[in-house]
């Protein structure tokens, strides 16, 4: 069983720049995964950050941009902020009907 | 806009059938993908499965023995069921609009999920 791969944690100092990628076990991310990208604060329920590889879901501000870096999916942040302090997920699409998410990487802006 | 509410007992007993409904208001539920996303306390997020107004469905391979999801269009509400349910399937679960019909895996509204409990 093929499993979504992320890292799990991660440290950016304000107004940086991160890149958080979304891989898998075996074989390569491409647009055909539709990765997509959650943020989730503690007690809340997530949110859609980016869908399909990289377009932007509404409100979101401009400094959070998707693409596919190699053989994985990223998401980049740039100018981070301290309320960009949150757990970040990839969900992928493996064909079929099957929607997973990777483990997810908890993002800290120190 | 559309809103989406989950409700359901919050405790459930070992070896039960956990049962949840999500409440559609703002929008119609038809030409939609639904699905239920949980998330054991302190861990990542596990997708349980969708199911069209049309009735086609489809589970996550881990769960597909024991899950069902249905969509209600007369009552606007889309329910989850879980048998023999044990204290690892303890967790928040959401319901959520998937945007299958465009881009699967985008999941959009999100509920604000409702915590199980499962314990004797």
């Known amino acids: 069983q093929t499993v979504v791969t992320q890292e799990p944690s991660f440290s950016v100092s304000p107004g940086g720049t991160v890149t958080l990628t979304c891989g898998l076990s075996?074989?390569?991310?491409?647009?055909?995964?539709?990765p997509t990208w959650y943020q989730q604060t503690p007690g809340q329920a997530p949110r859609t950050l980016i869908y399909n590889t990289n377009i932007r879901s509404s409100g979101v501000p401009d400094r959070f941009s998707g693409s596919i870096l190699g053989n994985r999916a990223a998401l980049t942040i740039t100018g981070a902020q301290a309320d960009d302090e949150s757990d970040y997920y990839c969900?992928?699409?493996?064909?079929?009907?099957?929607?997973?998410f990777g483990g997810g990487t908890k993002l800290t802006v120190l | 806009q559309v809103q989406l509410q989950e409700s359901g007992p919050g405790l459930v007993k070992p070896s039960e059938t956990l049962s949840l409904t999500c409440s559609v208001s703002g929008g119609s539920i038809s030409s939609y993908y639904w699905s239920w996303i949980r998330q054991p306390p302190g861990k990542g997020l596990e997708w349980i499965g969708y199911?069209?107004?049309?009735?086609?469905?489809y589970y996550n391979p881990s769960l597909k023995s024991r899950v069902t999801v249905s969509v209600d269009t007369s009552k606007d509400q889309v329910s989850l069921k879980l048998s023999s349910v044990t204290a690892a399937d303890t967790a928040v679960y959401y319901c959520?609009?998937?945007?299958?019909?465009?881009?699967?895996?985008?999941?959009?509204?999100w509920g604000q999920g409702t915590l199980v409990i499962v314990s004797s």
């Open positions: 075996s074989g390569s991310v491409s647009t055909t995964y539709y």
């Open positions: 969900l992928l699409y493996m064909g079929g009907g099957l929607r997973v």
């Open positions: 199911n069209h107004y049309n009735g086609n469905s």
């Open positions: 959520v609009r998937d945007r299958g019909e465009i881009v699967p895996g985008w999941f959009d509204p």
